[in-house]
């Protein structure tokens, strides 16, 4: 490894873990991806106790990327859920209107609130290891985040792991020189 100076960098610490639950959030960045029919939206949490949780991490490290990111579709499978995404953040913002039709500028989205549920889920780290991360379960308004009109669901777990070994099961060992 060629040498390092660490003498000016901050050691990273713990940090507060954002837990599952259900956030005002503010719409800092959306961008079309219309090769894959997708808006990629950056958010970050608008208030309470982890208001500018991404912000702040990224302020401490530089280096780290961005955590509040959705995807969300608008291909066909997926125009329920977008216009899900659509309505609430019209319903979230009073005189705005986004229906990704007539009024369907990404880049206005920039600057809006929009309520969303996050969730957490297991996932295999490229170690190995079983992480876990939070993922937007849904999006609601504003309203219902403060009202607390919102479930949060169970953990999703991955399903445990086979050994590889396949009990074939029931047979007859009385043969076998070990048994």
């Given at each position: 490894?060629?040498p390092?100076?660490?003498?000016?960098v901050?050691e990273?610490?713990n940090?507060?873990?954002?837990?599952?639950?259900?956030?005002?959030?503010?719409?800092?960045?959306a961008?079309?991806?219309p090769e894959?029919?997708?808006i990629?939206?950056?958010?970050?949490?608008?208030?309470?106790?982890?208001?500018?949780y991404?912000a702040?991490?990224?302020?401490?490290?530089?280096?780290?990327a961005?955590?509040?990111?959705?995807?969300?579709?608008y291909k066909?499978a997926?125009l329920?859920?977008?216009?899900?995404?659509?309505s609430?953040?019209?319903?979230s913002?009073p005189?705005?209107?986004f229906?990704?039709n007539?009024?369907a500028?990404?880049?206005t989205?920039?600057?809006?609130?929009?309520?969303?549920?996050?969730g957490?889920?297991?996932?295999?780290?490229?170690?190995?290891?079983?992480?876990t991360?939070?993922y937007?379960?849904?999006?609601?308004?504003?309203?219902?985040?403060?009202?607390?009109k919102?479930?949060?669901?169970?953990k999703k777990?991955?399903?445990?792991?086979?050994?590889g070994f396949?009990?074939?099961?029931?047979g007859d060992?009385?043969?076998?020189?070990?048994s």
């Amino acid at each position: 490894m060629k040498p390092i100076d660490l003498t000016n960098v901050q050691e990273a610490g713990n940090g507060v873990k954002l837990p599952a639950g259900g956030y005002i959030c503010r719409i800092g960045y959306a961008e079309d991806k219309p090769e894959k029919s997708y808006i990629l939206v950056q958010y970050d949490i608008e208030d309470g106790e982890y208001a500018h949780y991404y912000a702040d991490r990224q302020k401490a490290n530089p280096t780290w990327a961005w955590g509040g990111t959705l995807y969300k579709s608008y291909k066909q499978a997926a125009l329920p859920m977008f216009k899900r995404f659509c309505s609430c953040v019209t319903k979230s913002n009073p005189g705005y209107l986004f229906d990704g039709n007539t009024n369907a500028d990404e880049k206005t989205l920039s600057g809006k609130l929009i309520g969303l549920v996050l969730g957490e889920e297991e996932y295999t780290g490229n170690d190995g290891t079983i992480r876990t991360r939070l993922y937007c379960v849904t999006e609601k308004t504003v309203d219902d985040i403060r009202a607390g009109k919102f479930k949060v669901p169970d953990k999703k777990t991955l399903a445990p792991t086979s050994s590889g070994f396949t009990d074939m099961g029931g047979g007859d060992d009385s043969d076998l020189p070990f048994s």
